[in-house]
Antibody, heavy 118, light 110 residues
Framework: DVQLVQSGAEVKKPGESLKISCKGSGYSFSTYWIGWVRQMPGKGLEWMGIIYPDDSDTRYNPSFQGQVTISADKSVNTAYLQWSSLKASDSAIYYC???????????WGQGTKVTVSS | QSALTQPASVSGSPGQSITISCTGTSSDVGGYNYVSWYQQHPGKAPKVMIYDVINRPSGVSNRFSGSKSGNTASLTISGLQVEDEADYYCSSYTTSSTLVFGGGTKLTVL
């Protein structure tokens, strides 16, 4: 089965760093784009950016450029989303998703809930 | 890069048909046949219902269909069922080589 398994929920303080993960299995991980999506409490979906694991080509949506870092390690079939200094407004559920080309997200992870609170 | 425009809510009775619109620009919806639609039930991950404007993934009911005219894409659900009640989001590829979602539409099945 094709699946994406994300790391578990996190509770952090403002200013702390964080790296969450998304591990793919059941397919050729390197050759599909992986995107990250934010969903703030009670709000809609927002594309943050997308990465091609084979060469780490990364595209960020303007709102997230410079705010997060997206990376991937094809040797362990895992994509990452990283913050260097969290803010309370980063509290959200973060989903990773495998896309068909740079288009439809056909496989989704289960989501990682990040809570940032002092 | 602005979010695509969707109605905040739509409603229908079981058995009826509804259509959800998704309006963008020539830089996204109108410029590419890369519009997809997602269904999200509360507390669950989104699920793709339509991709590349009109294509339905294996396992998705043929009651779901997609179309596009100019800068507006549409999702039609026929024969509404109670389990169709959910939030629906459109998404499009953009000229910036990124993806953008619509604001989401809450479907209520009365």
């Amino acid at each position: 089965d094709v699946q994406l398994v994300q790391s578990g929920a996190e509770v952090k303080k403002p200013g702390e760093s964080l790296k969450i993960s998304c591990k793919g299995s059941g397919y050729s991980f390197s050759t599909y784009w992986i995107g990250w999506v934010r969903q703030m409490p009670g709000k809609g979906l927002e594309w943050m950016g997308i990465i091609y694991p084979d060469d780490s080509d990364t595209r960020y949506n303007p709102s997230f450029q410079g705010q997060v870092t997206i990376s991937a390690d094809k040797s362990v079939n895992t994509a990452y989303l990283q913050w260097s200094s969290l803010k309370a407004s980063d509290s959200a559920i973060y989903y990773c998703a495998r896309t068909l080309g740079l288009a439809a997200a056909t496989v989704w992870g289960q989501g990682t809930k990040v809570t940032v609170s002092s | 890069q602005s979010a695509l425009t969707q109605p905040a809510s739509v409603s229908g009775s079981p058995g009826q048909s509804i259509t959800i619109s998704c309006t963008g620009t020539s830089s996204d919806v109108g410029g590419y046949n890369y519009v997809s639609w997602y269904q999200q039930h509360p507390g669950k991950a989104p699920k793709v219902m339509i991709y590349d404007v009109i294509n339905r993934p294996s396992g998705v009911s043929n009651r779901f269909s997609g179309s596009k005219s100019g800068n507006t894409a549409s999702l039609t659900i026929s024969g509404l069922q109670v389990e169709d009640e959910a939030d629906y989001y459109c998404s499009s590829y953009t000229t910036s080589s990124t993806l953008v979602f619509g604001g989401g539409t809450k479907l209520t099945v009365l």
